[in-house]
Each structure stands twice: as structure tokens, then as C-alpha cells.
DNA sequence: ATATAACGTCACTAAGTGGTGACAAAATTA
DNA sequence: TAATTTTGTCACCACTTAGTGACGTTATAT
């Protein structure tokens, strides 16, 4: 089923919102005016606030759409090149959060406890799952791959966020480019880690 | 100086609402609401909102003091003890984090982009690089040690901050004691690999 | 053409927001 | 005792919030 224009309206005036004022400003009556239309509106096409910004999010989750096609190349990975596809996954996500202020402002949203949004998150969760079983069959299951790929995702998350504000982490100046490269080689060092601990 | 009785009770109002609304509910109304004052009084003691909210995060703000002791600890380590002073400092970060809603909601907040806070997040950052100085005269200049310090105390706070609300990261349970023994786990082992690389 | 449904505008409510000026009581000071 | 400063109360401001009911207008289908 299409959108009707305005409904696209609204969806585009909370990214609008979203992008300069942040997700703590979001509220009907500013959506309304933003899109231009009366803020009744809202109410008939989705419900209220929450519908809208479910039917927005799902629209900007990188990750539920994005660990799709990933699943696809570890399928088709072979042991040789298992460990460049994975840096690869960490390079991709990384930037991408890094570029994408909404995505960002939706990870803070999230992190603030607005549970409209917690079947977005399962959602994520089920195809990141998936993900890492795909993964898994290259490592060993001895050793505890779910905690190492959660600590690094979360750590990429956590400094992207942090350091969009205040720059620096443990006397390391993000605003500075050379920091995402050191950032990058260290991820990419702890991947070695974790493969080569599996014995590949 | 002192602390008057109205300004006591003032930030423990602040710290009632933090507690059991979370940041975003904060506000002057129900700050002077819940402390049983008028709220003209928070213009008068703290210049305004934003003044009372430092105030407040500067008595809660864990790392501040707590790295001032660590420095100590480490200053006195020698070359045998220093990997496991060193998990130490980490798990007693994880531990503190996770006990305490008032930190949490206190990170939240930063990450939500309230410039208020800028100041004391500086000299959070001050006393980490400190004690990131003294650490790093037990490791190899060459490696990147800054970054593999930063990476874990990252995903340590988004983990944490991630898992009061969605229990769940990359299939792991977080709801389930188990899985923070298995964080603890794999943070010591990637301790074990950031010394080891500096063969010590 | 007419009935029906969809689309949109407007005015309104009740409550909450941050912030201020006027004023009274109490404590300190001279 | 008299003057002054501190501490606190209260009423009010203009504005924003979420949400609703009533009313037109337009398009679609019969």
C-alpha cells in the first residue's frame, strides 16, 4: 500500500526535526507545523506520536535492513576470506553511524527507554542473531564469539554517540580523522584476535 | 561552605525524579513539586535549572573520584600485579554501572546532548587521561593501548545503558547474571591480549 | 446526480512549561 | 530599637503541550 503525500509529509517533517533539534523536541504540534498540515492528522494516519515515530524508525534502522544483505556474503564466505568480511561488517557499520545523524538520534532515543520502540529492536535483535549464527559456523564454539562481536558493536556505538558531542574519549580526539583510523586498526586487531584464538 | 537545608533537599529532589522518571521528566515545576518548595528558589540558589542539574551530576558523577583512587593503586602496582589492577578498575566501572540508576541516567543524558554538562565531562576526561598516563608506563609506547582501554570502557557503559531496557544484545541475555560473568570473562581475556602484545 | 467515504481545517480544552515581580516573615546586622 | 538582608510564599505571565469535536471540502463509487 502507497503513502498518500501527506502522510510522507509527516514522516519527513519528524527527520527534519530529528536531524536538527534532536528526538527530545519531537512532539505533534511541531511535526504538524513542520509537514504543514493540521496535527489531527497524525492522530488518523497513525494512531498518535508513537505511531508515527514506530512507522519513521522503521524506515531509518540501518541495521535491520543492512545485516540482511551481510548475511548473504557470510554464506558465501570461505574460510580464507571469513575474517576480512567480518572487518568489513565492523568498517560498514561504523561509518555509516558515523554519517547518519538520525541513526544516532534513534540510538539515544532508544537508550532513553522509550519503549515504542522495543518491537524495532527486537526485530534488529532477531536478524543480528541470525547474523552471528551465520558467523559462528566459522568460529569455535568454545570460545564466547557472541560477547566479543556484542562488545565491539556496542564499543563503536557508545564512542560514535559520545564523541559527536564531546569529542574526546581517554585523551583521544575524535574530532580529529586520525582517531577513526587508529579506531578502525584496533577493531581490526581484535577481530584477528578473535579468529585467530578460534585457530583458522 | 555549607549546604542550606532547601538546597539539600533540592538535589535530592532532583536525584527522587532522576531515579524513578528518568531524565527527560526533569523540570523546575516538579523539582520544586517534589522538594516541597517554590520553585523561584532554584533561580535563586543555582541560577536556573541547568545550574542545579551541575550541581547535582557533580556529587554523582562516579568516575571523577573514583579514578583519583585508582591513580594511587596504580602508581603503587608493580609489573606483576598491574594486569589484574587493571581488570579490576574495569569490572569495578561495570559493577558500579550497573548498580546505579542515577549514573546511568546520568550518561543517558550526556549522550542526549545537554551541553550543561560539558564541564564536568571534562574533568572526567582529565583525571581518565591521568590515570590512562600512569597505565601506559607499564605498556609498549608502540601499541595503541589509549584506544584498547577506550573501546572497553565504551562498551561497558553501552551495554549496560542498552541492557536495563531490551535485556538482549546479539542473542545474549543480559537479564541473566550469567551473561555479565561471560562479559567479565571476555573483558579479562582482552585485558590478557592488550599486555601480552606488549609482552610483559 | 446522489450518497458515501476520505481528506483536511479550525477552534477549543485542560494541563503543564519556564520564568518573574510583589510581598511577607524571619533572621542579622548596625 | 531600627535598618537591612535572607528566606520563602503566592499569584501571575505568555507559551507550549497532547488531544478532541465540529465542520467543511473533495473525490469516489453507485
Chains 1, 2 share one sequence.
Not at 3 to 25: C, M, P, Q, W, Y
Not at 52 to 75: G, Q
Request: proline share 0%.
Amino acid at each position: 500500500m502507497e503513502l498518500k503525500e501527506t502522510e510522507k509529509r509527516l514522516l519527513e517533517a519528524v527527520s527534519h526535526i530529528v536531524e536538527n533539534d534532536g528526538f527530545t523536541k519531537i512532539g505533534v504540534n511541531r511535526i504538524a507545523n513542520q509537514a504543514g498540515c493540521d496535527k489531527v492528522l497524525i492522530y488518523r494516519y497513525f494512531g498518535g506520536l508513537d505511531g508515527l515515530l514506530v512507522e519513521w524508525a522503521k524506515r531509518h534502522d540501518y541495521y535491520s535492513f543492512a545485516y540482511s544483505e551481510f548475511i548473504d556474503t557470510i554464506k558465501r564466505a570461505k574460510d580464507g576470506n571469513i575474517k576480512q568480511i567480518v572487518k568489513d561488517v565492523f568498517m560498514c557499520q561504523l561509518n555509516y553511524l558515523k554519517d547518519n545523524v538520525l541513526m544516532q538520534e534513534l540510538l539515544v532515543w532508544e537508550l532513553s527507554g522509550h519503549s515504542s520502540f522495543k518491537g524495532i529492536i527486537e526485530e534488529r535483535e532477531r536478524i543480528g542473531y541470525k547474523l552471528q549464527e551465520e558467523l559462528n559456523k566459522f568460529l569455535d564454539r568454545d570460545s564466547d564469539n557472541n560477547m566479543s562481536i556484542a562488545i565491539i558493536i556496542s564499543a563503536i556505538n557508545y564512542i560514535v554517540l559520545f564523541t559527536r558531542q564531546y569529542h574526546k574519549i581517554n585523551g583521544i580526539d575524535f574530532s580529529n580523522p586520525e582517531a577513526w583510523e587508529r579506531m578502525e586498526a584496533m577493531i581490526s586487531k581484535y577481530v584477528d584476535f578473535i579468529f585467530d584464538n578460534n585457530n583458522l
